[in-house]
């Protein structure tokens, strides 16, 4: 963790924009604008990307892929320029509570891969880059999104120690252990061979 600067309620402040930001449900807004229908009634109702696709509408998940990255990063960025270091790390952690837990969805929100890509990308964008490059690896070998964003997760704090910023290092280990614990479900089914691979609008990543 950095050093803490920054008034409580500067703190606070940032935590509730933070949150804020990440709650925003891109996918299903994107959905409905774009006629897709509703998500939670399509594939496993997850508003991420990844269920986007299920749709078989191609330019909608990517923008949601790069909507909810973006709102993660975006939390941080303005938390670090108005605020400071710490803010930035508190915003990125509130975007990302926001994004699993949004309000407006009843808590019920997505798994958080994207929106905890951005979030490193803006902590420190040569992490960011690594941490992509795990779940692009991942996902290119195996064809399995839960497995990609795991090791993603999972290498994340070892990324850190490797390039040498630890700053982040507690909340990077914060947001994978919330990534592992969404997956729940997704680990099981890996564990038993029957997680559906990417492209299969049955699966239920």
């Known amino acids: 963790m950095p050093e803490i600067t920054s008034s409580m309620q500067m703190l606070i ?25 509703n998500l939670r009634e399509i594939g496993s109702g997850n508003i991420g990307a990844t269920n986007v696709l299920r749709t078989g509408n191609k330019k909608a998940a990517a923008l949601t892929l790069l909507f909810d990255a973006g709102k993660g990063a975006v939390a ?5 320029a108005f ?4 803010a930035a790390q508190i915003a990125g952690l509130a975007a990302f509570l926001g994004h699993l837990f949004p309000v407006w ?10 929106t905890f890509l951005g979030i490193l990308l803006a902590l420190y964008w040569p992490l960011g880059l690594a941490a992509c490059a795990t779940w692009l690896f991942f996902a290119l070998t195996f ?26 290092l507690f909340l990077g280990m914060a947001l994978t ?4 614990i969404r997956h729940g479900a ?10 559906p691979k990417i492209g299969n609008k049955n699966s239920a990543a």
């Open 13 to 37: 402040l940032a935590g509730v924009l933070g949150y804020v930001l990440g709650s925003i449900p891109f996918g299903m807004v994107l959905a409905k604008v774009m006629g897709l229908g």
């Open 177 to 180: 252990l919330l990534i592992f």
């Open 83 to 86: 605020i400071g270091e710490d």
């Open 105 to 114: 969805l009843g808590f019920r929100g997505g798994k958080g891969v994207a």
């Open 143 to 168: 064809r399995i999104s839960s497995l990609a964003a795991l090791a993603a997760a999972a290498f994340s704090p070892f990324w850190m120690i490797i390039l040498g910023n630890l700053e982040p």
């Open 186 to 195: 997704n680990i099981k089914r890996i564990k038993a061979g029957t997680e």
């Open 76 to 80: 941080v960025l303005l938390a670090r």
